[in-house]
């Protein structure tokens, strides 16, 4: 069974609406139209807005007869869309490359070693509390590992408001064929002014895929062990 949200193929196709129109404005302050400033603003209205899910084509059928009712909530949508877009050309994301020609990730035909969303958390080991502020980076051998898009930043930056928490999503690598499992060995880096750098070390097993996971989801995750950071000369007990 599959369930969809039908809220969200409304706001998706508002939205792209809203930007093809603006992208043939010949006004030099029209803002930005890549394929990132899209997704974001589509979160913006999607973050506002209440979900319409339906499991069968009867669902799909009934919510769109709902015809006074749909056409409030198309309304609203485009409200929030220009407002959102209005926003986000505001405050545009620095470590993206807004080229309007980008409009989403190409569809990868495989085999492919779908590598999980790594996740995982940095305490202060004298006081437990959440580190911030500091800088966490995933490494793949001696190397900085590649991330499937510019959102993953890699280092990432702890904030106060995440509780210690990091992530990573390495790009998927080819595979030879469907099917193949490989072990890929990865290290998580933590440094911070005044403790001892931290080295974790793992390893995740992948199973090869015929196509690329370009979706993000929560089922897809591998999450590592709570970690640690102390000052100099201090160690975890026992």
Known sequence: MEIHNITEDIVLRTV??????????????????CFQCRLDT????????????????????RAESETIERQQAEADVISLAYEGMQRIAKSKRPHFDHDSSLREKPAAEGPWFNIPTIIGRVFNGGNFEPMSEIEVSLLRGSSTAEMIDANWQNPYRLVANTAGTFSFWPKPEAAGGVGETRKF???????????????????????????????????RTFKLPDLYLFPPGEEEDD
């Open 185 to 219: 060995d990865f290290a998580v880096v933590a440094r911070a002014p005044g403790f001892e750098e931290l080295r974790h070390f793992f390893e995740i097993p992948v199973a090869s895929e015929a196509v690329a996971a370009l979706s993000f989801s929560m089922q």
């Open 16 to 33: 792209n609406d809203i930007f093809d129109a603006a992208e043939k404005e010949a006004s030099a302050d029209k803002p930005c139209t």
């Open 42 to 61: 589509a979160c913006y209205v999607l973050n506002r807005t209440s979900p319409r899910y339906v499991v069968s084509s009867r669902g799909v059928a």
